[in-house]
C-alpha cells in the first residue's frame, strides 16, 4: 500500500465519538495574541507643514521624559485651546496604550496613556461628558490619581456589631489585617498585597469584603496578555487589584495597600524607551 491510499483520519474537537455516559470532549481555548508596542504611523513632513505648534509641544513633550526622575512631581501640558490640525497630529502621533483611567467624582476624568507609557493624555469632563479641560501629563501616572484617590476615604473599618452573615469565615482577619497595614502605610514603603486567590475564602467572604471596603472614585484598566482591573475602594490606600486571562477568566485576586498598584504605573525603564521612541519620531520634523 504506498502512503497516499492509508485512510486519514481527522483529529480534534468535535472528531470524536460521544462518550456512552453522554460527556463531551472540551478544549480550552488557545491565548488571544499580547498587545505589543506598535510605532505609530506618523505624516510625512510635508503633511505636517504649519502645525508648528504640535511639533514644538511633542518636543517639550520629549525633553520632559527624557529628564523624568521616579517620584517627581509630574509635568503638565495644556492642550484645551489647541486648534483641530495640531490636536489630530498629536493624537496620531502618540496613539492610544495599554492603560486606561475612570476617575469619577464631584470632578470627573477620563485618562488614556499613549503607546508611549508615561504620556497620559487627562481629559476633565462635565456632568454630561463635555470636555473643558485637555491635558498631557508626563509620569508614573497621572497627579489627579496619586493625590485624589483617597480624599474621604476612611482609616479603617469596623465590623459590624450583629452576627456575621452565614458563610462569612475568613473576612474579619484580613479587615483588621487592612487596618493595621493601611494606618501604617507611608509614601514610597512597599506594597502589601493580600493574595485573596491562595487564601480558603468563601463567596460569601469575598461579598462581605467588597460591601465593607465598598467603591472608590478610580477604576484602571491594564491591558497586555489578558486584563488586569484595578479598583480604588473607600478604604485608604487600599486597591482590589483582579488579573484575567484572555478568555476573561479571573486568575490572580489581590488586595494592596499602596499609592497606586505598580502594574498600572510607568516603570522608569518605560519612561526611558518612550523618551527615545517620542525623539526618533519628531527627528522626521527637522
Known amino acids: 500500500m504506498n502512503f497516499y491510499e492509508i485512510p486519514a483520519k481527522t483529529v480534534g474537537a468535535g472528531t470524536q465519538p460521544t462518550e456512552a455516559d453522554g460527556a463531551v470532549l472540551d478544549y480550552q481555548e488557545m491565548p488571544d495574541e499580547m498587545t505589543t508596542f506598535t510605532m505609530p504611523i506618523i505624516p510625512e513632513p510635508e503633511a505636517v507643514e504649519g502645525l508648528d505648534m504640535a511639533i514644538s509641544l511633542l518636543a517639550r513633550v520629549q525633553s520632559a521624559i527624557a529628564n523624568y526622575q521616579q517620584g517627581a512631581q509630574e509635568e503638565v501640558f495644556d492642550l484645551t485651546f489647541m486648534d483641530g490640525a495640531n490636536l489630530a497630529l498629536i493624537d496620531q502621533i502618540l496613539g492610544e496604550g495599554e492603560v486606561s483611567v475612570v476617575f469619577s467624582r464631584t470632578l470627573q476624568a477620563r485618562i488614556q496613556e499613549s503607546v508611549m507609557a508615561g504620556i497620559w493624555r487627562v481629559r476633565y469632563q462635565d456632568g454630561i461628558g463635555r470636555t473643558y479641560k485637555d491635558t498631557l501629563e508626563v509620569g508614573e501616572m497621572p497627579g489627579l490619581i496619586k493625590d485624589a484617590t483617597f480624599v474621604g476615604a476612611v482609616e479603617a473599618i469596623d465590623l459590624p456589631d450583629s452576627p456575621l452573615p452565614e458563610g462569612v469565615l475568613n473576612a474579619p482577619p484580613l479587615i483588621a489585617e487592612l487596618n493595621e497595614k493601611s494606618q501604617a502605610y507611608a509614601s514610597g514603603i512597599p506594597a502589601h498585597v493580600i493574595n485573596l486567590t491562595l487564601l480558603p475564602q468563601t463567596e460569601q467572604d469575598l461579598e462581605f469584603l467588597d460591601q465593607l471596603l465598598g467603591k472608590g472614585a478610580v477604576t484602571i484598566l491594564s491591558r ?23 478568555q476573561d477568566m479571573n486568575i490572580l485576586n489581590t488586595l494592596e495597600v499602596t499609592d497606586v498598584p505598580a502594574v498600572a504605573c510607568a516603570a522608569p525603564e518605560d519612561l526611558k524607551d518612550s523618551a527615545d521612541r517620542l525623539k526618533e519620531i519628531l527627528e522626521v520634523y527637522q
Open 224 to 246: 497586555g496578555y489578558g486584563n488586569c482591573r484595578i479598583t480604588s475602594t473607600g478604604m485608604q490606600n487600599v486597591w482590589w487589584v483582579q488579573y484575567f486571562n484572555s
